[in-house]
């Protein structure tokens, strides 16, 4: 946080080497993103090669992972780059998510020595783009019931069925795709040259613009069992990757509803209407302190969360719940009250605003929407799945 917004001085519960990471970051987006995401978001086009092979050099893609050439980085650390990163656009936060927590996750957690090997260091130094494909046109936030199948045919799986809604899958090089067997579920970390394998993208979006975004159709895919994750059983799989990438949400939310409410406190302080400051006005400054107490909020939240993380070695799903549930809930009020205050400017793409609001639409949606984080909270409290019959 940066002052005036961090009231409670949040950041002295930061060590020396969490700030300079976050200054690090902070530097790569003021220098790489914020010049140019005003006009990839308005294109609907954003360069995923050259964004990768940036942050790779700067060690923030798998950070929170360890060997393969990624940096081993502690909970706090990672979630203060995506905080930075998503102050920027939180399509670019996605990028780094996916990457990082979703695709390389699966395959550090799940993978053989020999897939690490081969998809890992490429991945870490953003050589090499990944994505990861659990949602399907017809079963999103009931990936049970997925619908894309795969069959052994000899030695080889077959893979058929379709996935949507997949971030970075029209540049992708490996698609870790999530499919249902005899057995159970299976992941394949499949590269995407293989015949019968295609991936367009979606057009169209309203949200996350800044954000490469695929359908996945998969024909007849011919893999070899060594493109299966061996020590991926079950749906627990994909999910546990969930819970990683949603750590970097909890953290990211509140970068753009930071970068929100800096905007709106300086135009408060410098738009005057009936000849005076608009933050002057006491209804404004009422936004601006519900603003700044929820952002304060989340940002504690957020680093609770990761120093349990960093001490007991992971967080339970519902604690993750929560996280997300909060912070980006609040993220996307604080983004509409700033508009408010914005008031014509607040539409305008020379403000980072709605942009800002747009994309936290999908950030609502994503890794599991409001009403399920819901869910898996209602659960622990009364013993009681409401998600099924
Ligand atoms: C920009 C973007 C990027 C994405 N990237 C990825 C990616 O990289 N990989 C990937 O696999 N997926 C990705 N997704 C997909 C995302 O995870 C799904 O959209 C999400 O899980 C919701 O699924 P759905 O869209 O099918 O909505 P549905 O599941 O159809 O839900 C529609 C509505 O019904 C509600 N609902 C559903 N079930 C219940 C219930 N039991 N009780 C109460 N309400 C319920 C939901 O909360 C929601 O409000 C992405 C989505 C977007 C928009």
Request: include cysteine; aromatic fraction near 6%; hydrophobic fraction near 40%.
């Amino acid at each position: 946080m940066t002052a005036p917004l961090d009231l409670l001085d949040v950041d002295t519960l930061l060590s020396d080497e969490e700030r300079d990471v976050r200054e690090l970051v902070r530097r790569v987006a003021d220098d790489k993103i914020r010049p140019h995401v005003a006009d990839w978001y308005e294109r609907g086009e954003v360069p995923v090669r050259e964004l990768a092979l940036e942050f790779g050099k700067l060690g923030l893609l798998g950070m929170h992972l360890t060997g393969y050439g990624c940096a081993g980085a502690s909970a706090v650390q990672y979630g203060l780059a995506c905080m930075e990163l998503e102050a920027a656009d939180s399509g670019v936060r996605s990028l780094v998510s996916v990457q990082g927590s979703l695709a390389m996750y699966a395959i550090w957690k799940y993978g053989s020595e020999e897939q690490k090997q081969q998809w890992l260091p490429g991945m870490a130094a953003g050589e090499l783009i990944g994505c990861f494909g659990l949602t399907e046109p017809d079963h999103g936030s009931d990936p049970a019931n997925m619908s894309t199948r795969a069959r052994r045919d000899g030695d080889d799986w077959v893979l058929d069925g379709g996935k949507m809604w997949i971030t970075n899958a029209p540049v992708a090089d490996v698609a870790v795709i999530w499919a249902r067997a005899e057995e159970g579920v299976f992941g394949f970390a499949v590269p995407t040259t293989t015949p019968g394998f295609s991936a367009r993208e979606i057009k169209h979006k309203m949200s996350l613009r800044a954000s490469s975004t695929g359908e996945i159709t998969l024909d007849d895919v011919r893999l070899p069992d060594s493109a299966r994750l061996p020590e991926a059983r079950g749906l627990k799989a994909p999910l546990s990757c969930l819970t990683e990438a949603r750590f970097g949400i909890i953290w990211g939310s509140m970068g753009a509803a930071r970068d929100c409410l800096e905007t709106a406190l300086a135009y408060a302080t410098t738009r005057e209407q009936f000849d005076r400051a608009i933050g002057g006005f006491q209804l404004t400054q009422a936004k601006l302190a519900d603003m700044t107490l929820e952002l304060q909020k989340g940002y504690l939240l957020a680093l609770h969360l990761g120093r349990r993380r960093e001490a007991a070695g992971g967080l339970r799903p519902e604690q993750v719940s929560v996280g997300k549930l909060n912070n980006v809930r609040e993220a996307i009020k604080i983004a509409r009250t700033c508009r408010t205050i914005l008031g014509g400017n607040g539409i305008s793409g020379e403000y980072p605003v709605m942009r800002h609001a747009n994309n936290l639409e999908s950030v609502l949606t994503y890794e599991g929407t409001s009403e399920i984080h819901q869910l898996v909270i209602g659960q622990k409290l009364t013993g009681l799945n409401a998600f099924a019959s």
